[in-house]
């Protein structure tokens, strides 16, 4: 049972578009979401988070938002940037006592110059 | 500062042979976590150790162990290979078990099994 949905497998946009990756969860229970990037050889690197007692969050080009009623988030990326070619995954946990991550499939995104 | 250090990175098994991998964490960070990352189905969860305790386990079956030592460092053991298994694995850090943030991983280790 997937409880973190990504159910786009990838997505190319254009240098300097905003690329919007989105998210699905099932489990209600889930109140801590985080998006990660990976490149290639590498392991995964922490991008954003986002608590459920907020809608949105702001990291420079990149922003998250939480829609809790639907269970969806999204990531949004402007502008995008050729080194924004990635793997992007999606992951959920309960806040606690715990650093459990449930992740998604991932997303590539492919920023065309 | 180090980061995360997984050994092997890469490593050839036949089925049924056993494997361990092994995991330094950022010095300071006494939680580790496992994943496995397979094209199909993601990262899945493996197991946590805090202060060389399991905390937390995923739906794994018992052919997947792991251990944390009072350094930090820890290793996952697979044995009785199978072709599925066949996966990177990820270990990741954190100051303690309560996720305030983000967890940070190593390079993987890739495991093929033949």
């Known amino acids: 049972d997937q409880q973190v949905k990504q159910n786009s497998p990838s997505l190319s946009v254009q240098e300097g578009r905003i690329s919007i990756l989105n998210c699905d969860y099932t489990?209600?229970?889930?109140?801590?979401f985080l998006w990660y990037k990976k490149y290639p050889a590498e392991g995964p690197t922490f991008l954003i988070s986002i608590s459920s007692i907020k809608d949105k969050n702001e990291d420079g080009r990149f922003t998250v938002f939480l829609n809790k009623s639907a269970k969806h988030l999204s990531l949004h990326i402007v502008p995008s940037q050729p080194g924004d070619s990635a793997v992007y995954f999606c992951?959920?946990?309960?806040?606690?006592?715990?650093?459990?991550?449930?992740f998604g499939k991932g997303i590539t995104l492919s920023v065309r110059p | 500062k180090a980061g995360v250090t997984q050994t092997p990175r890469y490593l050839i098994k036949t089925r049924g042979q056993q494997v361990t991998l092994s995991c330094s964490p950022i010095?300071?960070?006494?939680?580790v976590s496992w994943y496995q990352q397979t094209p199909g189905q993601g990262l899945q969860f493996l197991f946590e150790?805090?202060?060389?305790?399991?905390?937390n386990k995923g739906n794994f079956p018992g052919r997947f162990s792991g251990r944390q030592f009072s350094n930090s460092r820890s290793e996952m053991n697979v044995s009785t290979l199978e072709l599925g298994d066949s996966a990177l694995y990820l270990c990741?850090?954190?100051?303690?078990?309560?996720?305030?943030?983000?967890?940070?991983f190593g390079e993987g280790s890739r495991l093929t099994v033949l």
């Open positions: 992951a959920a946990t309960q806040s606690g006592a715990n650093s459990k991550l449930t």
């Open positions: 990741a850090s954190s100051l303690g078990p309560r996720l305030i943030g983000e967890l940070f």
């Open positions: 150790y805090f202060s060389e305790t399991q905390r």
């Open positions: 489990n209600s229970m889930f109140d801590y």
């Open positions: 010095s300071g960070h006494r939680s």
